[in-house]
């Protein structure tokens, strides 16, 4: 698989023919796995390379900032599970206001001459250019190959990022993991934080998010992988401090934390994702985590005092340490 950043209407890339799908790809969810299989099909029965384009920033963020939806995916993480399923190239195209403005016509030459598309399959809404001027009926009419791909299923209802965004705020993370083709996850370097959990006996990694804002709130047992070395070695270089094991091959349970922690006085609250690791002492800062979401606790709380803080960790500690005792098995 190769990385490409496009820019509008100005590249030296020199691409084989290829069969492209263009999208936020946010999830990279059941409907979007539906996509791409049928892009590699296409690709395959053409002798065609594969080749997806994802907007950076998603347009949403870029017209409402903040305001926008909730990020299920990062681009690492939209990256990597496209890199799973096989595409050939994926292009980020940097979405500005030169992008946006372009005409359809201007995008369907970037699409010829840039990227060598010689078919394209598409979502059945997928609208393009300058007030959203383009549609499949265009490309078709410019002379693409296109091949527009039926809503996908589940229960009866459209997967979407939408849908699964109200589901992971409203914490049926089963039903996200059925949506998305597998468990809810969220990877980023450990940073450094402001070093409170220490002070109340429950010092936790700072996770760095990558997006403005998550679909999740609230507190989650957690099941947690180093993807840059083995984090149950790394831990168990402390004899006394061995921590408790996870699910996955070499991944370690823990008590998951995303929010804004309203009850710690702050002049900027931000976003964070905190994970506790019970019978854990290691340094860990600047390992690459993934964080896959088990079971939905309670939502973030606003305690009065740090005390109260303190003692509401310690009982949401031993509620997750009780789940894990009693579910031997991957919950979904």
Known sequence: MKLLRLHALASDLELPKTAVTIGNFDGVHLGHQAMIQQLK????????KTLVIVFEPQP????????APPRITSLREKVEYL????????????????????????FADLLKF???????????????????????????????????????????????????????QQGDLALAAKLLGRPYS???RVQHGDKLGRTLDFPTINVRLNRHRPCLNGIYGVDVVCETTSLVNKVQ????????????????????????????????????????????????????M??????????????????????GIHEDVV??????EHNNTFPF
Request: proline letters at 3%; glycine letters at 8%.
């Open 41 to 48: 099909q296409v690709a395959h029965a053409e002798q065609l």
């Open 60 to 67: 949403l963020e870029f017209f409402k900032g903040h305001d």
């Open 83 to 106: 890199k799973q399923l096989g595409v050939d190239y994926i292009a980020v195209a940097k979405f500005n206001d030169s992008f946006r403005n372009q005409s359809a016509k201007e």
């Open 114 to 168: 840039t990227l060598n598309a010689q078919h394209l399959v598409l979502g059945d809404d997928f609208h393009f250019g300058k007030n959203r001027q383009g549609n499949s009926d265009f490309l078709k009419q410019y002379g693409f190959n296109v091949n527009n791909l039926e809503t996908v299923l589940l229960d009866g209802e459209r997967v979407s990022s939408t849908r699964i965004r109200q589901t992971l």
């Open 186 to 188: 969220i990877t980023g």
């Open 237 to 288: 270089e402390n004899p006394h401090k061995q921590g408790i094991l996870g699910y996955q091959n070499d991944s370690l349970f823990g008590a998951g934390h995303v929010g804004t922690r309203p009850a710690i006085a702050q002049q900027h609250p931000e976003w964070r994702l905190e994970v506790h690791f019970p019978e854990v002492s290691a340094n860990l800062y600047g390992l690459l």
């Open 290 to 311: 993934r964080v896959t979401f088990l079971n939905y606790l309670h939502g973030e709380r606003n305690y009065p005092s740090l005390e109260a803080l303190k003692a």
């Open 319 to 324: 509620q997750l340490r009780v789940f894990r």
